[in-house]
T-cell receptor, first 112, second 113 residues
Framework: DTAVSQTPKYLVTQMGNDKSIKCEQN?????MYWYKQDSKKFLKIMFS???????INETVPNRFSPKSPDKAHLNLHINSLELGDSAVYFC???????????FGPGTRLTVT | KQEVTQIPAALSVPEGENLVLNCSFT??????LQWFRQDPGKGLTSLLL?????REQTSGRLNASLDKSSGRSTLYIAASQPGDSATYLC????????????FGPGTSLSVIP
């Protein structure tokens, strides 16, 4: 059973397009996160949601909009994709904020 | 500014050696510190989490220690194996914002058979 899953695993698209990445966790956790790992492998938090409520937004451009329809899902929608958005995006969850985090397998986004 | 650094950036050791990975953080008022492992093209796997009140945690051949006053944590790997080859990431959350985790840049470990 996959604890934290993401779809798609790979996403190749052109500049200017709009795309979404989906994340689901079946651990019953209250808190979910989105991270971006750039080409230098540096991992940085983007958003954090607790029980469907946004609690962290780390100066991410407005083109990025997270949506949490329920506490098991946290999706990431990206408008007007730019070359600099190319990265691996990881979803994670934890039982509550500040506890051990469990990561999904990542979505490799390539913008051409 | 709250920051996390890791030294060395890369490490190559022969199989069987004991080794230590280092993590340093600014601002000693941390909430917890977590060590992760990342295999190429994969997600992160949690190895150990140390709460601010703890000095160390152990899991199998891994031991993580925490010294808040000096702003340091070490991950000790005993009797290294080729399967230990991966990037090891240190992640810290602070009391002022315990739901926000800041990652270090990682140490890339190669264990040579």
């Amino acid at each position: 059973d996959t604890a934290v899953s993401q779809t798609p695993k790979y996403l190749v698209t052109q500049m200017g397009n709009d795309k979404s990445i989906k994340c689901e966790q079946n651990l019953g956790h209250d808190t979910m996160y989105w991270y971006k790992q750039d080409s230098k492998k540096f991992l940085k938090i983007m958003f954090s949601y607790n029980n469907k409520e946004l609690i962290i937004n780390e100066t991410v451009p407005n083109r990025f909009s997270p949506k949490s329809p329920d506490k098991a899902h946290l999706n990431l929608h990206i408008n007007s994709l730019e070359l600099g958005d190319s990265a691996v995006y990881f979803c994670a969850s934890s039982p509550v904020a500040g506890r051990e985090q469990y990561f999904g397998p990542g979505t490799r986004l390539t913008v051409t | 500014k709250q920051e996390v650094t890791q030294i060395p950036a890369a490490l190559s050791v022969p199989e069987g050696e004991n080794l230590v990975l280092n993590c340093s953080f600014t601002d000693s008022a941390i909430y917890n510190l977590q060590w992760f492992r990342q295999d190429p093209g994969k997600g992160l796997t949690s190895l150990l989490l140390i709460q601010s009140s703890q000095r160390e945690q152990t899991s199998g051949r891994l031991n993580a220690s925490l010294d808040k006053s000096s702003g340091r944590s070490t991950l000790y790997i005993a009797a290294s194996q080729p399967g230990d080859s991966a990037t090891y990431l240190c992640a810290v959350s602070w009391e002022t914002s315990y739901d926000k985790v800041i990652f270090g840049p990682g140490t890339s470990l190669s264990v040579i058979p």
